[in-house]
């Protein structure tokens, strides 16, 4: 199968030449041969969700980097935008992991907002089933220093919750706690 524009097609030189490319691109993935796991690659390692709440972006860019990471060692990771996780998800979820920044006066990111209020809320489900680790991002400069990372870990274990992996907060250098953190949650992971 090779996808071709028409000679009919109204482009320019310069768009047929793009969308050649663009198509051929389409084309060779299409067509390239299934990835096969490497046997030096575990295959039965544990489902695991990544909820990410952040206001710029680097939450998120870290939720994928921790899944590229725990995909790496056989796990089988799933990233959210934590705006999508409802306290129905969570009663259904094993494994999950959290990763957020902290808002203005110690609120959490928009996109995390309505899950916080859902497990700071009275009638919030009971989670003896889930095994949790949150990562913190924040600045130190401000007061209330990764305070939404920090009222998610201590509102997750108040709700039964089992911390599988130490909480840890990063403080504007993300690098060096993030590395830390992703080795304690592999090790979580780890077969006994």
């Known amino acids: 199968m090779n996808l071709t524009i028409p000679d009919n097609a109204p482009f320019t030189n310069n768009q047929r030449m793009w969308l050649k490319g663009f198509l051929d691109g389409i084309t ?21 969700t990544i909820a990410w709440g952040s206001q710029t972006g680097t939450c998120e860019t870290l939720a994928k980097k921790a899944a590229k990471s725990l995909a790496a060692n056989g796990h089988i ?23 957020t920044s902290t808002y203005g006066d110690g609120e959490p990111p928009d996109n995390a907002a309505a ?21 913190a991002l924040g600045d130190s400069s401000y ?11 201590e509102r997750l274990a108040a709700l039964g919750a089992s911390r599988s992996a130490p ?6 250098d993300y690098d060096s706690p993030f590395a830390e953190w992703i080795t304690a949650v592999g090790a979580f992971l780890a077969p006994a």
Do not use: W
């Not at 899950?115 to 990562?135: E, F, G, I, M, R």
């Open 77 to 99: 990771p799933t990233v959210l935008n934590m705006q999508l996780i409802s306290a129905e998800i969570l009663t259904t979820t094993q494994r999950l992991l959290i990763i």
């Open 143 to 153: 007061p209330d220093f990764c305070k939404c990372g920090r009222d998610f870990d």
């Open 167 to 172: 909480y840890i907060e990063c403080d504007v």
């Open 28 to 48: 060779s993935t299409i067509l390239a041969p299934p990835l096969v796991p490497s046997s030096s690659v575990p295959t039965a390692g544990y489902p695991l």
């Open 115 to 135: 899950l916080h209020a859902v497990l700071h809320s009275a009638d919030a489900p009971q989670l003896p089933s889930l095994h949790y680790s949150v990562l």
